[in-house]
């Protein structure tokens, strides 16, 4: 059987499926969006309280949102996050282990001890509901994606309906939602040491970090707002 018409995600991937022939004007894109009720913003109050209900340490925190799996590059992350320790010692990586490829969750694990940053790295397993991921999303002070690939980085689109300050790697996908400087930061895939930079200038500057994240919310609530 065939479609009347194609729906996609993102605009990414409308134009993949007309370069595999499908017409133009049988395709179209509608994003998911994110659910804004429960991807918001918290006071300073809210998220010293939430951080202290989720037992998180004190200092500056970088949440990994991706699964544990190759295709998101968590190992990238862990070794830009030995850099930035050098430069914010009190920062500390949050990392979602869900989905996980175990052979993937391994090397992470042995690449953290091999590093000595086991002090600063939390493991955060299955949640149960939107509602308990966004608790951890709302108190970072950095979410990072570096995947590889991306059809829509709908978890950044949650961060951003946090009002977070997004890093993430350049793929056409990330570029359809993140304008570098404006309402996140854009990093070349694999570039580590740009990556390490990068996350360490928005822990260290409160003012970048804020603005960042007040143009995150609007483009959360202008473009993705699934209310």
Do not use: W
């Not at 190992?75 to 990392?95: C, R």
């Amino acid at each position: 059987t065939s479609a009347d018409h194609l729906l996609c995600v993102s605009e990414v991937l409308r134009d993949r499926a007309i370069r595999l022939g499908v017409n133009p004007g049988m395709a179209s894109t509608a994003y998911l969006g994110v659910d804004l009720d429960t991807f918001h913003p918290l006071t300073s109050d809210q998220i010293n309280r939430t951080r202290a209900l989720l037992g998180l340490q004190r200092g500056p925190m970088v949440l990994s949102v991706r699964a544990m799996a190759g295709l998101y590059r968590p190992l990238d992350i862990v070794e830009a996050m030995s850099g930035v320790l050098e430069k914010v010692p009190d920062a500390f990586l949050v990392v979602f282990t869900y989905g996980r490829d175990e052979r993937v969750l391994e090397r992470f694990s042995r690449r953290v001890r091999s590093l000595g940053i086991e002090h600063a790295v939390r493991y955060v397993d299955e949640l149960e509901s939107d509602v308990d991921i966004a608790r951890y999303v709302a108190v970072a002070d950095a979410v990072v994606s570096v995947a590889s690939s991306d059809g829509m980085p709908n978890s950044l689109v949650e961060a951003m309906g946090c009002g977070r300050a997004v890093l993430a790697g350049d793929t056409p996908a990330v570029r359809e939602v993140v304008e570098h400087g404006r309402n996140g930061l854009i990093v070349e895939v694999g570039d580590i040491g740009a990556l390490s930079n990068a996350i360490a200038t928005v822990l260290r500057d409160g003012e970048l970090r804020n603005r960042l994240g007040r143009a995150a919310l609007a483009t959360a609530r202008n473009r993705f707002d699934r209310r």
